[in-house]
């Protein structure tokens, strides 16, 4: 059964600081992995989804790379502004888009 | 409307009472999924609909029904729930189940079991 993990659960940092989340899974055999945002009572918004044969996605000031035989995720942001302000969530797909979700990074960006 | 909406964005209901949540996607999609996401647990897949076919309901226990009348189109039907079922219950939608397609989710409906 796949298990998807990030690290840290909680990150505050300082405006204007290059930040990366850590997403970590047990079982390499995926299709892609997505990379969401959710604010607080809101649903979830797709910021990047890498196939398994890449190995990273750039969408502004965010980068997502894949290390699929590590078992591996990262998710960069680049001068991180309060905006960016949410909860993060990695999530693998192993059979055709039924997905398996971390339990989140909660990133506050400090003014 | 655009994208995936859903109603009611809140809903508290009894132990007793009989209730349905209501997803709508204007993407053209056909694929259709629920999740739930419980207080310091992932979200976890309940159903997903293919072509309005079920293809995965996940052992959730039959006081939750799902309905596909259409691709558009996704109920969860609720009857004799637990106060553990208070959750946010987010709806997704996608092109039919394959690695190049992303899940575009609704704003969820917030359940208060009481």
């Known amino acids: 059964k796949q298990e998807v993990t990030q690290i840290p659960a909680a990150l505050s940092v300082p405006e204007g600081e290059n930040l990366v989340l850590n997403c970590s899974f047990t079982?390499?055999?995926?299709?892609?992995l997505q990379w969401f945002r959710q604010d607080p009572g809101k649903g979830l918004t797709s910021l990047l989804l890498?196939?398994?044969?890449?190995r990273e996605q750039t969408s502004g000031r965010l980068n997502a790379s894949l290390d699929k035989s590590s078992g591996r995720s990262t998710l960069y942001i680049a001068a991180s502004q309060p905006g960016d302000s949410a909860t993060y969530l990695c999530?693998?797909?192993?059979?055709?888009?039924?997905?398996?979700f971390g339990g989140g990074t909660r990133l506050m960006v400090k003014p | 409307e655009t994208g995936v909406t859903q109603t009611p964005r809140h809903l508290v209901m009894g132990m007793t009472n009989k209730k349905s949540l209501k997803c709508e996607q204007h993407?053209?999609?056909?694929?259709m999924y629920w999740y739930k996401q419980s207080a310091k647990k992932p979200l976890e897949l309940m159903f997903v609909?293919?072509?309005?076919?079920?293809?995965e309901n996940n052992s959730v226990p039959s006081r939750f029904s799902p309905e596909c009348p259409n691709s558009s189109h996704l109920f969860l039907h609720l009857h004799t729930l637990q106060p553990e079922d208070s959750a946010l219950y987010l709806c997704?939608?996608?092109?039919?189940?394959?690695?190049?397609?992303?899940?575009?989710f609704g704003p969820g409906t917030r359940l208060t079991v009481t």
């Open positions: 997704a939608s996608s092109q039919v189940p394959g690695s190049h397609y992303e899940q575009y």
């Open positions: 993407l053209g999609h056909n694929a």
């Open positions: 890498i196939q398994s044969s890449q």
């Open positions: 079982d390499s055999a995926i299709y892609n």
């Open positions: 999530a693998v797909d192993n059979a055709g888009n039924m997905l398996t």
């Open positions: 609909y293919s072509l309005e076919e079920r293809v």
